[in-house]
């Protein structure tokens, strides 16, 4: 049974650039939640998919964006890359339905010079 | 306010001291309370869901309870194998997120 899968493991950009994050969800899961974690911190929402829409958004601007695919898959893009977005960012999948446990990938170190 | 705090920050245990972990959370509609482990630089993994008051569970050396304020993580004859972050994190009714706590950092040495 595949986990959550993630790429790339590590990327390195430099400030105002653009960057785009993977997630493969768990097998049978439909619905993938994007997660941000600076050193320290405990994980920040960012936002969750399911059937394709944005269901809910945390507190972050507009450079952050996201898809969902018909395969259930999922990207995080951030455009205009400030430092401040240095950190690991955490994709978790779920199933819908009464318990909705979030399942986490082994996410993404992005550091931005 | 943050809804969830969790405490100790860092604590330190011998191999096979046992002792208790603290989430504390405030939010209305509890759909469920989350236990994580992380190890550094990877994704957290799931320990826990506890949905309701007087909910108990229990995995190998680790078992968690819930009140209607706080949540406790035990940890019995720890091994150094233990050593983690531990995270809580609630969901909210009506809501689609988890919200987190800044975690726990146990060291076990042996």
């Known amino acids: 049974d595949a986990g959550v899968t993630q790429s790339p493991t590590h990327l390195i950009k430099t400030r105002g650039q653009q960057v785009t994050l993977r997630c493969s969800p768990k097998s049978g899961h439909d619905t993938v939640s994007w997660y941000q974690q600076a ?29 969902q695919f018909p395969n259930y898959s999922s990207e995080l893009n951030v455009n205009a890359l400030l430092l401040g977005d240095s950190a690991l960012y955490l994709c978790a999948s779920s199933l819908v339905g009464p318990e909705e446990t979030q399942y986490f990938g082994p996410g993404t170190r992005l550091l931005v010079l | 306010e943050d809804q969830v705090t969790q405490s100790p920050e860092a604590l330190r245990l011998q191999e096979g001291e046992s002792s208790s972990l603290n989430c504390s959370y405030t939010v209305s ?6 236990w994580y482990r992380q190890d550094p630089g990877k994704g957290p993994e799931f320990l826990f869901t506890l ?28 091994k150094p194998e233990d050593s983690a972050t531990y995270l809580c994190a609630v969901h909210e009714g009506g809501s689609e997120k988890l919200v987190f706590g800044k975690g726990t950092k146990l060291t076990v040495n042996p």
């Open chain 1, 39 to 67: 050193l320290g911190q405990g994980p920040q929402f960012i936002f969750q998919y399911y059937e394709e829409e944005e269901r809910q958004r945390g507190n972050f601007p507009d450079r952050f964006s996201g898809h």
């Open chain 2, 29 to 34: 509609g509890l759909r469920g309370l989350f």
């Open chain 2, 51 to 78: 949905y309701s008051a007087g909910e108990e569970k229990e995995k190998e050396r680790l078992k968690a309870t819930l009140t209607k304020k706080e949540s406790f993580l035990h940890i019995t004859a720890p």
